[in-house]
């Protein structure tokens, strides 16, 4: 369960109107970026056929592939308003079970800096994925609009929080063409612990095939840290993801992923609503293995 600290009391400064004059300019690029995938999609698609799972990540499904595996890496610096940060470092991996079903696991999730008094080093994040995890995805509808399920149990492991939690969700994946992906994942998070909580999130994101190798992405949706205070507590993020894919003769080899993202960007219910000072930047490198 990846979660970032309830987003604090936002103010808008210079910094924060810089900020929004350089999400204008991405989202500027980003639009460039989907026109030209458009126009790409009118050609004709990379054969894939012979590969048991898609080099593009917009043809990819929401589930591995039977007896595909993968293991990922993931690398995320967290930066709050104050100048405090968190450096967070994920082992997790996924195994194709049939074509439908996939199992998942969060092996490793390691905090390896914080600010000073927050801890150090531990097996679990503060403000990230606070513990290991399991879960299941299944696909009960195939083609080019894919519908599943997935539920993922996590246990809390960071020194003086006791619990777990658990993410039932719903993955929604559509492929209007072979260079272009939506996806909205909405999911609500259960808290057991000493002080419970539900959250909701519901992220979209839409990722577009620039060549077979190479994709580009955005990531919004609406995001609740706890719903019993949802007034001041739900969000609307933004995100830019970049994605490059090593082909191999089975699939990607490897996939190199950086993003950039503002988890509570905008929170509408708040008296200074923009929150630009929180904010991720992470990579992700995640290996195939077809067995």
């Known amino acids: 369960m990846t ?5 604090r009391a936002p103010t808008l ?3 924060s109107l810089a ?4 999400l204008a300019s991405l989202a500027v690029v980003a639009s460039l970026a989907v026109t030209l995938t ?12 012979a590969m048991r799972l898609p080099v593009p ?13 993968s293991a990922a890496v993931g690398f995320t610096f967290e930066r709050y308003p104050g100048d405090l940060g968190y450096a967070d470092l994920d082992v ?4 194709g079970i049939i074509d439908d079903l996939s199992v998942h696991a969060l092996v490793a999730p390691l905090q390896l800096s914080s600010p000073p008094g927050r801890g150090n080093f531990e097996y679990g994040q503060s403000v990230g994925n606070q513990g290991p995890g399991v879960g299941a995805t299944y696909r009960f509808v195939d083609g080019p609009v894919e519908v599943g399920a997935d539920l993922t149990a996590y246990v809390f492991t960071i020194p003086g929080l006791t619990g777990g939690s658990l993410t039932p969700s719903l993955p929604i994946r559509f492929h209007p063409t072979w260079a272009l992906r939506l996806d909205v994942d909405p999911d609500v998070v259960f808290v057991a612990a000493a002080s419970n909580a539900v959250r909701l999130h519901v992220p979209i994101t839409l990722r577009a095939n620039l060549t ?4 580009v992405g955005m990531t919004t949706g609406v995001s609740s840290y706890d719903l019993s205070n949802a007034r001041i507590d739900t969000g609307i993020p933004l995100g830019f993801l970049l994605g490059y894919a090593i082909p191999g003769s089975s699939g990607p080899v490897a996939d190199i992923d950086p993003f950039f993202t503002f988890p509570y960007l905008v929170l509408p219910g708040r008296a200074s609503p ?18």
């Open 38 to 49: 458009c126009r790409t999609a009118r050609a004709d698609p990379p054969d894939e056929s």
């Open 274 to 291: 923009m929150n630009s000072g929180q904010w991720q930047v992470g990579l992700t490198v995640t290996g195939f293995l077809y067995l």
């Open 92 to 95: 997790s991996g996924r195994f």
């Open 212 to 215: 077979r190798s190479f994709d």
């Open 3 to 7: 979660v970032s600290l309830a987003p």
């Open 13 to 15: 400064s210079l910094a």
């Open 57 to 69: 990540e917009s043809e990819r499904p929401i589930t591995l592939p039977r007896h595909v595996a």
């Open 19 to 22: 900020s929004l004059a350089s």
